[in-house]
């Protein structure tokens, strides 16, 4: 079981995924926050994420718009 329980990240080859260590979703979080994207997880709230053009904000922000259309 993940160290978050409501992890819904389905990347698990990912190395800050939180099967593997015991940190939670931080690891992930802060690389996401130093890169200006947004985590797999929040992906996940919207229809058809996988096949969005990247992770960076505006890439999430397109896709809500896009979704509330």
């Known amino acids: 079981m993940p160290s978050s329980p409501f992890c819904t990240c389905g990347n698990l080859n990912c190395p800050l995924h939180p099967t593997k260590h015991d940190q939670g979703c931080a690891p992930c979080i802060q690389k996401n926050l130093r890169l200006r994207e947004?985590?797999?997880?929040?992906?996940?709230?919207?229809?058809?994420?996988e096949g969005r053009p990247g992770d960076s904000l505006e890439d999430f922000a397109k896709l809500v718009l896009a979704e509330e259309r």
């Open 38 to 49: 947004v985590p797999n997880c929040f992906f996940n709230l919207l229809d058809h994420p």
